[in-house]
């Protein structure tokens, strides 16, 4: 399975790419939201792994505009974010992420989720 991963931060980029490549994920990487959109626009990942807070435009816009511009063909979103509580995920709901993941990431659940097809939040 492809997965773009969106990370600005470069340590956390290339541990986590590293991580998921060792679990068995083909892993693009994208260090902002102009490059996430582009990425997915291809079409080549099936998951995309998003940073709330990038520098260019945040993780919301990103699920947003992926979701407008490729509609159906849109990879399942993930949303990764340093804070957790009902409004990050409440506002990651409403952008248009499938599932949100407060770092640092569980593993296992992360792996699962994505084997899953993303169930929707409320299922995890």
Known sequence: MNVLL????????????????????????????????????????????VDIGLPDM??????????SRLGAACPLLIALSGYSGPEVT?????SGFNSVFVKPVDVSLLQRTINEGCPPISAL
Do not use: C, H, P, W
């Not at 994208?30 to 490059?35: C, K, L, Q, V």
């Not at 945040?58 to 979701?67: L, T, Y």
């Open 58 to 67: 945040d993780g919301f816009d990103v699920a947003k505009q992926a979701r």
């Open 6 to 49: 969106v990370e600005d931060n470069d340590d956390v980029r290339l541990a986590t790419a590293a991580m998921l490549d060792e679990i068995g994920y083909r892993v693009t990487t994208a260090s902002n939201g102009s490059e996430a959109l582009e990425a997915m626009a291809s079409g080549e990942s099936q998951v995309a792994i």
């Open 90 to 94: 409440e506002k990651s709901v409403a």
